[in-house]
């Protein structure tokens, strides 16, 4: 039976940008579909009070911070 988390994509700042649920069977399933969204930065996976993993993800998806120089 699927779990639900919750997953948050944080600014440099820590604070939240994104916020989304998703349905999965294991953690593992839960931190794949947080490395898979769009966009660099921190995520963070939860499944209710409990903080299931930070992952830090690069991507080539959005312009380097040189880009706004």
């Known amino acids: ?3 639900n988390y ?4 944080l600014d440099r700042a820590n ?14 399933e839960a931190i794949a579909a947080a490395r898979a969204l769009k ?3 921190l ?3 939860w499944m209710g009070d409990r903080l299931v ?6 991507t080539t ?7 706004w120089l």
């Open 1 to 3: 039976m699927p779990n």
């Open 6 to 9: 919750r997953i948050y994509r």
């Open 43 to 45: 995520r963070e996976v």
């Open 15 to 28: 604070h939240v940008l994104e916020a989304e649920w998703v349905s999965a069977e294991t953690d593992e």
């Open 39 to 41: 966009g660099s930065g």
């Open 61 to 67: 998806d959005e312009p380097s911070s040189a880009f």
């Open 53 to 58: 993993a930070a992952v830090r993800v690069n």
